[in-house]
């Protein structure tokens, strides 16, 4: 891949993501890069020179980005747009000129003239063909719902698409001609079977509105993963941070027993009985809250039939179940799945369950690194004092 098409690739991909507007459910940067995949396999087949690979897949990216400007004139827009962005980085008149017609090729009213049109048409609408027309063909219908331009019903949508199969769309290179009309055939023999079942149509619709009605909305997975995963990292940093604590705590331990211990036996150490007595105690204790802090807490992992029938445990937590047999907690699952209140309470439980662990952990923590500041600072005083007042080199009065 040539240096200019990386580039473009790279201001496409961050000009779609962040100027279009989002109610392009179809006219984006997925089918941006859908074109360009099916450009590569055009010209993977046609040996052309590099000067035209390296056109078309220019155009192929540029393409579309005219919809950053609205939908009207877009092929102008972009061959404009596609024009300034070439001159920018260095690229010659002539290509230029080439890619921006390339672009304008790409208007449905266009006749292609050459074998590189033919290309950036079949490409731009190789969907037709593909497995992922279904998926395209409602996202173009929602487009137009959202940008005010149309609103189909399913019948009329139906109807609009198989008039641009039968009447408005052709395959022009022998590629897609050979490779991919088969496909459209398909599709559009599927569009003709719908028109002639429109009771099997309603019935589709009636399930995929039901799907979408039972279906958690993303908005609402994302908060709960987002927040989940936040309380999960905020439960990390509590146990590094009480990990810390309890690390150092034995540090100061052990050099406390390997050295001053040993010595406090001599009558000339006892001044030290008292500051090491505090040091160790201090110590000691915030060991201990560290290890309260993040030691588990496992509940008694049954649950009865009942409680799944009244919803009243949390299936999410693992010490909820961990004592059941694989049977029992197969069929909860399938009670929760089938309702989408009881998925959303689990998950709101789990939520509140671990803010309320989250809550103990660090108001453990807060206390522990009180007493463990608060230790080093009596303890020195007490070790200064010790050694002024009470130690072989103390000052008298």
Not at 10 to 34: A, C, G, I, M, W
Not at 134 to 154: P, V
Not at 250 to 270: E, F, G, Q, R, Y
Not at 320 to 326: A, E, Q, T, W, Y
């Amino acid at each position: 891949m040539s240096e200019i098409v990386e580039k473009t690739e790279r201001f496409v991909t961050e000009l779609l993501s962040e100027k279009l507007d989002p109610r392009f459910l179809y006219h984006n940067l997925r089918h941006t890069q859908r074109v360009v995949k099916s450009t590569k396999e055009l010209l993977n087949f046609y040996d052309l020179g590099d000067e035209e690979n390296e056109w078309l897949l220019l155009a192929s990216w540029l393409h579309d980005i005219g919809y950053i400007e609205g939908p009207e004139n877009h092929e102008e827009s972009s061959a404009k747009l596609a024009a300034s962005f070439l001159k920018e980085n260095g690229y010659d008149d002539a290509g230029t000129k080439q890619v921006s017609n390339l672009i304008l090729a790409t208007k449905m009213s266009h006749e292609p003239e050459n074998l590189l049109e033919e290309i950036i048409r079949d490409a731009d609408i190789s969907h037709f063909a593909q497995k992922s027309y279904w998926e395209t063909a409602d996202y173009l219908r929602d487009e137009l719902k959202e940008l005010g331009i149309a609103d189909y019903s399913s019948k009329e949508w139906r109807e609009k698409n198989i008039q641009m199969f039968r009447t408005k769309h052709k395959f022009y290179t022998d590629y897609a001609k050979d490779n991919w009309e088969k496909g459209k055939e398909k599709n559009l023999n599927q569009l003709l079977k719908e028109k002639k079942t429109e009771k099997t149509i309603a019935k589709k619709e009636a399930l995929k509105a039901k799907y979408k009605s039972d279906s958690p909305d993303r908005s609402i997975q994302t908060l709960y993963r987002v927040t989940q995963s936040n309380h999960l990292k905020l439960s990390d940093i509590a146990d590094t941070k009480a990990n810390i604590l309890l690390s150092v705590n034995a540090i100061i331990i052990s050099l406390v027993l390997a050295n001053l211990l040993t010595k406090l036996d001599n009558p000339s150490n006892t001044y030290l009985i008292y500051p090491t007595l505090i040091l160790i105690l201090f110590s000691i204790t915030s060991m201990i809250l560290s290890v309260l802090a993040t030691r588990p807490n496992i509940t008694s992992g049954k649950f009865t039939k009942e409680d799944v029938e009244q919803k009243r445990v949390n299936l999410l937590f693992f010490g909820n179940f961990h004592k059941m047999k694989l049977e029992e907690y197969e069929w909860a699952m399938s009670e929760l799945t089938k309702d989408k209140d009881y998925v959303y309470s689990s998950l709101t439980k789990d939520l509140y369950f671990l803010g309320l662990v989250l809550n103990k952990k660090y108001k453990i923590l807060r206390i522990t690194y009180n007493i463990f500041m608060l230790g080093m600072i009596v303890s020195v005083l007490a070790f200064g004092i010790a050694f002024r007042f009470f130690g072989p080199d103390r000052i008298p009065f």
